[in-house]
């Protein structure tokens, strides 16, 4: 199998990982307020919804069922550990999910955030997550 080097810029690709995304997040209570398939990574929010969601085992579940589609159409897997933020009550989290959705802007991707197609939410609207942005 060859080795894309830009993984995440077709449709085929990055649409089956959003709903294995979209399955993790809603089998362990999550919302996606942003998450942004950049072309060789993912830059992904997750809030709980109630006291019984859970963020880990959202990101595992979604390693695991996104790690078998990627190996079965011969893609490389993600790579071992990741890196995580914990925001704290007091964050203020729409500033963070705002500058994920830029990422697209400042990597000269697009010109504006709602025209990147690899960039959404689930179980809440984009549009109602990012803070005005004039540009």
Known sequence: CALPIWMFTCPQTVNPLVEHLERASLEHGCIVPVYCFMPDHLHLMLMGQHEESDLLATVHRFRLLSG???????????????????????????NHATYMALNPVRAGLVENYFDYPYLGAIVTELQDVVLRIDR
């Not at 078998?68 to 729409?94: A, N, S």
């Open 68 to 94: 078998k589609w990627m190996h079965r159409h011969c893609l490389p897997g993600w790579q071992r550990d990741f890196w995580d933020h914990v925001m704290r009550v007091g964050d203020d989290w729409r």
